[in-house]
């Protein structure tokens, strides 16, 4: 007979094989690329620079990589076609090229996987029926109105919350927020950006541009701080944006002259006393990734690291990928 102490022994045995079996659960992207004219296939994360792999071109093959992950991470295809992996995922895409262009990317593999993927490959053929251009500057190159630009960006994040809606039950609340914030990121940024931006290049007064007060285009906006929109490069780029446009917002309504920083330092400062928790956390990680993989008077990042590792970091994994680019 199994006396009490063994049986807890026992039972303490398997949680913990169990809980070793989650923690080394495997996150799988494997890909057929077809019509692809380079000699190699990339797979590149936009979360980490440690997510990556390469293949030699070979239309047919099965190009499988496999990793640990703790977080939701999206990874490029070629730098083309997105992959949105939450950890445990196992996703296989089918890449069409016609010559140069990407054609058709289609999924299959982990149902939850599947829908987002499709989703947001939806959202990339609506953007190009749409004509919507992801670059700012390409707007100004082809003289886009910012009141043009104001409004596909609205019709954009109306018809992208439409669509999360219908799939919402095939999504997890993950993967829905950051297709959200992928959305809401361009839309925004659209509205903050692009009227200063169109001025300074196309010599058009913001206030003669047709788009009402300027300062009014925020209005009403909500930041999130769930997980799956605080991995989302983009969507924090806009939460830094946002933060310097709010705080000239309120030196230009106290008649009180406001520059947006422009040196690390500055940035920084000013991030972290806008933000608390969960934003700031990823506003001054992404400021200091970036500046790190910049390669440049790396010795500024360390007063600026210390004090973000010390007081600020709440995602220990931000730790991991910081220690590892300042090796």
């Not at 790396?298 to 970091?313: A, F, G, H």
Request: proline content about 4%.
């Amino acid at each position: 007979m199994m006396t009490r102490k063994k049986v807890y022994l026992l039972l303490g045995m398997l949680l913990s094989g169990a809980l070793t079996s989650i923690a080394q659960v495997k996150t799988t992207l494997s890909a057929e690329v077809y019509g692809y004219r380079r000699d190699m296939v990339y797979f590149d994360c936009v979360q980490s620079p440690f997510y990556n792999a390469e293949f030699h071109t070979n239309p047919g093959d099965e190009h499988l990589y496999s990793f640990q992950t703790q977080t939701p991470v999206c990874m490029l295809i070629n730098g083309q076609a997105d992959v949105l992996l939450l950890p445990g995922d196992s996703i296989h895409a089918v890449v069409r090229y016609d010559e140069k262009r990407l054609s058709e990317v289609t999924f299959g593999g982990s149902p939850l996987a599947v829908a987002a993927n499709r989703l947001l490959r939806s959202i990339v053929e609506l953007k190009q029926q749409m004509r919507y251009k992801n670059q700012l500057l390409a707007c100004i190159v082809v003289d886009v109105k910012p009141q043009q630009r104001i409004e596909d960006s609205r019709q954009l994040l109306a018809k992208v919350q439409q669509m999360v809606e219908k799939e919402k039950q095939a999504l997890t609340p993950t993967a829905a927020d950051y297709i959200l914030a992928g959305a809401e990121a361009a839309a925004y940024t659209s509205y903050m950006e692009y009227p200063q931006m169109y001025a300074e290049t196309r010599k058009t007064p913001v206030k003669e541009q047709g788009i009402g007060d300027y300062w009014k285009l925020m209005d009403g906006v909500k930041l999130r701080k769930s997980e799956g929109a605080l991995c989302h490069p983009e969507y924090v780029s806009f939460l830094m944006r946002y933060c310097f446009y709010e705080n000239e917002k309120k030196a230009v309504a106290k008649g009180q002259a406001y520059t947006v920083p422009q040196q690390l330092e500055e940035m920084y400062k000013e991030l972290a006393s806008f933000y608390d928790g969960a934003q700031r956390d990823a506003v001054l990680y992404q400021l200091l990734v970036n500046f790190v993989r910049n390669g440049k008077e790396l010795e500024r990042v360390t007063p600026l690291y210390e004090l973000y590792k010390t007081k600020y970091c709440t995602d220990k994994t931000h730790l991991n990928v910081l220690d590892k680019l300042l090796q």
